[in-house]
């Protein structure tokens, strides 16, 4: 079955093992039932010739993956900006959701909108997804729980309305919102309908092949106007994906705005961070005197461990203080003073594996690619299942063309993601 993995790369420009070996070929073995044949040959020659069967094993390979306001500061992020977007411009905002799946990100733009005081004739949202069921049902606008499950967002009742157990989303917020079938790796009428003040476009690009992230990263950049805001997902670095666009503070929006001033093009997928130019100079770390894999503090754990069953002493707090500032340092794109913190977090707690994982972000923005695959080491030892970490990891394979070693941590991201419920596993080395 090696050509059908081979004919899911090339015609949909998915990695199949970012998906699932198993998924792939579950998929094309129940299409070859559904459709009655017997042989796979057979069964791909009619999928190469027929566009609907086509649609019908992709729709099987997409998972709608998505809930309301997912994240959480992509959206509050999007709808500050969007306020001063409306005062420089004073023109209706134009935004667009590429693979919107079944619609919970293109609605939580829109109520994001208007609980920042946004009038229905201030903005419009349009979004694209390539599978014509996932937008059936975006249209219809009727959710389960699951897709409430974000922490602290906000859910006004004139926005969300309940409907026998469910949540439907209210005319207004449905009026707001444009739905099109539509490719981001193919010209289509809504990317052509540019230039798009913001553009959504989260957690997709990890599943392509680097030849699909390369097509799909030119024509987001076409459909974006200069100054735009880009809006990715957690394991989707700009520096990476689209080269001179300039992250936005806090980095958990995960946001970029797009350069005014055209620069020249590189290849997207391929590059990392460099260091700003008006970074301060800092002694750490140095490349010559390049830190070890294991400090020594890291490997004397077990004066460190605290036992499950202790209350919270003292210096836990007080580590947790640290690591919220070291994370706030970063944010802020202070990254000596970031790094000097989150060091100081790691070495106090050797086993956190949130402050492991600072410490990778840190060292990418500081260029320092082999620093930061150790970071992601220790954070995926003491967290196998740390969801970020994985995604990250798998785009820093990517862009050193570790091919092989990308494709394997895309299965077990592909694994933890959809682990529902599944709890961010601490393991002490």
């Given at each position: 079955m090696n050509e059908a993995l081979f004919f899911v790369s090339r015609s949909f420009g998915l990695l199949p093992d970012s998906l699932g070996t198993g998924v792939v070929l579950g998929a094309v073995k129940k299409r070859m039932q559904e459709t009655g044949i017997a042989e796979p040959g057979d069964y791909l020659l009619l999928a190469e010739s027929s566009r609907?069967?086509?649609?019908?094993?992709?729709?099987?390979?997409?998972?709608?993956?998505?809930?309301?306001?997912?994240?959480?500061?992509?959206?509050?992020?999007?709808?500050r900006w969007a306020a001063h977007r409306k005062l420089d411009t004073k023109k209706p905002l134009r935004v667009l959701c590429i693979a919107c799946a079944t619609g919970e990100e293109a609605y939580s733009a829109a109520a994001s909108l208007f609980l920042k005081g946004f009038r229905p004739e201030d903005f419009t949202i349009y979004a694209m997804d390539a599978s014509r069921r996932f937008l059936d049902r975006a249209r219809i606008g009727r959710y389960g729980t699951a897709s409430?499950?974000?922490?602290?967002?906000?859910?006004?009742?004139?926005?969300?309305?309940?409907?026998?157990?469910?949540?439907?989303?209210?005319?207004?917020?449905?009026?707001?919102?444009?739905?099109?079938?539509?490719?981001?790796?193919?010209?289509?009428?809504v990317l052509s309908n540019a230039p798009y003040d913001a553009v959504f476009f989260r957690n997709a690009l990890i599943y392509f092949t680097p030849e699909a992230q390369a097509r799909a990263a030119r024509n987001v950049d076409a459909a974006l106007a200069p100054g735009g805001l880009l809006v990715l997902g957690f394991a989707e670095p700009p520096s990476v994906f689209f080269p001179g666009y300039e992250p936005v503070s806090p980095a958990r929006s995960f946001s970029a705005l797009k350069p005014v001033a055209k620069e020249p093009k590189r290849t997207a997928g391929r590059e990392l961070r460099?260091?700003?130019?008006?970074?301060p100079a800092f002694s750490l770390p140095h490349k010559e005197k390049r830190p070890q894999p294991a400090p020594a503090a890291e490997r004397k754990p077990l004066a460190l461990q605290k036992s499950p069953a202790q209350k919270p002493s003292e210096s836990a707090v007080n580590v947790a203080g640290l690591l919220a500032g070291a994370s706030k340092l970063a944010d802020q794109g202070d990254l000596a003073a970031a790094w000097d913190a989150v060091t100081e977090v790691c070495s106090k707690d050797p086993a956190n594996p949130e402050a492991c994982f600072l410490a990778a972000q840190v060292s990418l923005a500081l260029d320092r690619d082999e620093l930061a695959e150790t970071w992601l080491r220790k954070t995926l030892f003491l967290a196998p299942a740390h969801v970020r970490a994985l995604g990250v990891f798998r785009v820093l394979l990517l862009t050193q063309g570790r091919n092989e070693e990308a494709d394997l941590m895309g299965r077990r991201l592909f694994r933890a993601e959809r682990t529902v419920g599944a709890p961010r596993e601490r393991r002490d080395p």
């Open positions: 609907e069967e086509r649609e019908a094993l992709r729709d099987l390979l997409l998972v709608p993956e998505t809930w309301f306001f997912r994240d959480g500061e992509p959206f509050a992020h999007f709808a409430l499950r974000e922490k602290g967002a906000e859910f006004p009742q004139d926005l969300f309305l309940k409907d026998q157990g469910c949540i439907r989303v209210s005319d207004r917020l449905r009026n707001a919102v444009q739905f099109f079938q539509g490719n981001v790796l193919q010209t289509t009428d460099s260091i700003p130019a008006a970074l």
